[in-house]
């Protein structure tokens, strides 16, 4: 019996949803798997927001397709009607979820203090001793959330991942009242899926890994 593997390789991007709630005690599930995830320097680096309203989950798609509108106009005399049409809907179709899971990134402060003085006397300002450690914060933020999506996966919902929306990370900032410190990562549509999805390519093992 493999459970994990299985888990794991059963959890796929689903982008269709049935129309069926989410209960709050499934919500309050995924997010309390969500916060048990490592983190750099114990930071806990993340917000989590559960939206099921949907007139703010309106504002979020409109906000999204807008910024998208934006940035394609310089694009727009050599883009068709189909395109236009296909790219809106796979930013925003997170609006048809009846659950919405909105990912913020908090500051996270490195725990050796003179280590960071000493990186910013060698010219390093915050972002660049963030790239020195492989961005931990960021790093973070991915492992809870894959801790998110397979809590989704075992209580027999889908959900997709989506950094699109990032698009229009401030409007949705400001949609959703958060802090000015916060940074917009995702947005994960969560729901019953409405379909099952074809196999994926996997590379080879051989490809990704090898034992010495
Ligand atoms: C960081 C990250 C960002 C992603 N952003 C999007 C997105 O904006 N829109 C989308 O449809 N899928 C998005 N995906 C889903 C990927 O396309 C998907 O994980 C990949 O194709 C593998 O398919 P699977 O999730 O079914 O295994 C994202 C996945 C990750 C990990």
Do not use: H
Not at 92 to 99: D, M, V
Not at 100 to 121: N, S
Not at 139 to 159: C, D, F, P, R, T
């Amino acid at each position: 019996m493999n459970r994990f593997l299985d888990l794991a390789a059963e959890r796929r991007s689903i982008r269709k949803f049935q129309d069926r709630d989410v209960p709050d005690e499934d919500i309050k599930y995924f997010i309390e798997a969500a916060v048990r995830a490592p983190s750099g320097c114990n930071s806990q680096c993340w917000k989590f927001v559960a939206i099921k309203d949907r007139e703010i989950i309106k504002r979020i798609e409109t906000a999204v397709i807008e910024e998208l509108d934006k940035i394609l106009e310089i694009k727009r005399s050599q883009l068709s009607e189909d395109y236009l049409n296909s790219k809106r809907k796979a930013v925003s179709f997170f609006a048809k979820a009846p659950l919405v899971i909105a990912v913020f990134m908090t500051k996270a402060e490195f725990y050796d203090k003179t280590m960071v003085l000493a990186l910013k006397e060698r010219g390093l300002d915050d972002k660049g001793i963030m790239d020195l450690f492989a961005n931990y914060d960021l790093l973070s933020i991915g492992a809870a959330v894959e801790n998110l999506l397979l809590a989704i996966q075992e209580k027999g919902y889908g959900a997709c991942w989506m950094n699109e929306p990032a698009i229009a990370a401030e409007r949705i900032k400001e949609i959703l009242e958060m802090d000015k410190d916060d940074r917009f990562i995702s947005l994960i549509p969560v729901g019953v899926p409405a379909y099952t999805p074809r196999d994926k390519k996997m590379k080879e093992l051989s490809e990704v890994f090898k034992m010495l």
